[in-house]
């Protein structure tokens, strides 16, 4: 029988047991910082009914979605009526409005689970990937200090993964429509076509920007481009950046609206403990997506601006417009954890170092002793320990090879003669040394030396 090349299907990841331990603790960092801010866990289906998924207008992203059909279906020519979902967002607004009168509002939901798009796949954009979301969802209206609280998550989980310096940069959407107002956009699709460039300011440069602003779907003169770009470029404090809006003369009632939103905001998070370096009051901060209203959100890493936004989002109106009558505003940011995780174990700033959690290796000196192997580990398991026994009877250098490979740290030793004497051998193998203790102290040593500690 001809043997079928083991490998993995275009633009989906996977990791060795190694990486996958230091993602599954970059997992729970997410989680545990979520839940500390009151979040809920919701999961919901990894399909959904197609005509259920893609009633948003989705444009380009429903060309990516992946339909579902079982071989049974496609032999007797049905046409598929589920599809996979491709953002965590959709089915978030199919489920508060299918569970609508059985949540509490405002309903605080965190959702941690794969996504799928059919989209060519490319570095650092695969077509299977988690995406870690939070959003506060609220029941006609939802305050702006939800708004502030979703910076102070982002500050506390990036500073937990250890990474360097970043910044959460803020920005208003009706702020933005409403300066693109004074400086004379005043219709819908004008303004459109200038936030679609003014979001390129970062990855094309003004002069390029400035050159498309001149162009007849925007329209502006050359004078009044120089000074929207001065406006949304400069570099200022964030104190500076709010006076500098503050003191501008005729400003559109939806400008100074959003002013006071940005304002209330950013007063929010300093006070939530967000240092003033961590955060950037950023007027060219768009985010793609249409259905932001109000507060948006893109992250960076300083010293690393090529790897882009780390964690975006923002402040929508309406979630669940599609599903129900009733107006659900909410607020939330997504962390896409497949890719900033391979980034960042890359660039070696989140280190995979040990291929197991095993904190215990019990080693087989003597096959007849297997079940006081065996009693020992679930004594130490029963004191919160993770215990490994040796089972194959292989000579014990190769069992402590096992154990540096994996990166286990200590190793019991108890053979016929240490059984006799109620002893046995605790191997510190990080350190290369060795102890001698009674049996009857080996928990209270190991707990000592802060093993089973998260």
């Given at each position: ?157 990036f500073t937990a993964l250890g990474l360097p310096r970043f910044q959460i940069q803020i920005n208003n959407r009706k702020l933005l429509k409403g300066l693109l107002e004074k400086f004379g ?160 174990l890359e660039r070696g700033i989140i280190k995979a170092e040990r291929a197991s959690r095993t904190d215990v290796l019990i080693v087989q000196l003597d096959t007849a002793l297997l079940p ?83």
């Amino acid at each position: 029988m001809a043997l079928t090349t083991p490998r993995l299907p275009p633009g989906t990841v996977e990791w060795l047991p190694k990486e996958q331990l230091a993602f599954q603790k970059f997992l729970r960092t997410i989680q545990n910082t979520y839940e500390s801010f009151g979040f809920v866990p919701v999961e919901t289906p990894v399909f959904e009914l197609k005509d259920v998924l893609l009633t948003k207008e989705g444009g380009e992203t429903e060309k990516q979605v992946y339909l579902v059909q079982s071989t049974g279906g496609r032999a007797q020519g049905h046409e598929p009526d589920l599809a996979m979902r491709f953002d965590l967002t959709v089915p978030l607004a199919r489920y508060v409005a299918q569970h609508e009168h059985e949540l509490n509002f405002p309903f605080r939901r965190y959702q941690m689970q794969k996504v799928y798009r059919g989209e060519r796949p490319q570095r650092g954009r695969e077509r299977e990937f988690y995406q870690c979301d939070i959003d506060v969802i609220g029941k006609d209206e939802l305050a702006l200090g939800y708004d502030a609280e979703l910076p102070a998550i982002i500050y506390r989980i990036f500073t937990a993964l250890g990474l360097p310096r970043f910044q959460i940069q803020i920005n208003n959407r009706k702020l933005l429509k409403g300066l693109l107002e004074k400086f004379g956009l005043d219709t819908p699709e004008r303004q459109t076509a200038a936030l679609h460039e003014i979001d390129r300011l970062d990855k094309i440069g003004a002069e390029k920007v400035k050159a498309a602003l001149l162009e007849p779907e925007v329209g502006l003169t050359e004078d009044t481009a120089i000074a929207l770009l001065q406006l949304m470029n400069s570099v200022r404090s964030n104190e500076e950046t709010l006076g500098s809006l503050a003191g501008l003369n005729n400003a559109p009632a939806l400008l100074t609206e959003g002013l006071g939103e940005l304002r209330k905001v950013y007063d929010g998070v300093r006070a939530l403990g967000v240092p003033d370096e961590a955060v950037r009051l950023n007027l060219s901060t768009v985010r793609g997506l249409d259905y932001y209203t109000g507060t948006v959100y893109e992250t960076l890493l300083v010293d690393d601006p090529a790897l882009g936004s780390i964690c975006s989002g923002g402040r929508y109106e309406n979630l669940a417009g599609h599903y129900t009558k009733s107006k659900l505003p909410g607020v939330g940011i997504s962390i896409g954890a497949t890719r900033l995780f391979g980034q960042l174990l890359e660039r070696g700033i989140i280190k995979a170092e040990r291929a197991s959690r095993t904190d215990v290796l019990i080693v087989q000196l003597d096959t007849a002793l297997l079940p006081d192997y065996f009693a020992l580990a679930s004594e130490l398991r029963s004191a919160g320990l993770n215990v490994e026994v040796y089972v194959d009877a292989h000579k014990m250098g190769k069992q402590l090879k096992y154990a540096d490979r994996a990166g286990i740290p200590y190793a019991v030793i108890m053979g016929s003669d240490e059984k006799a004497k109620g002893t046995i051998t605790l191997k510190h193998l990080l350190k290369t040394e060795q102890e001698e203790l009674p049996l009857s102290q080996l928990t209270a040593r190991l707990q000592a030396l802060g093993v089973g500690l998260p």
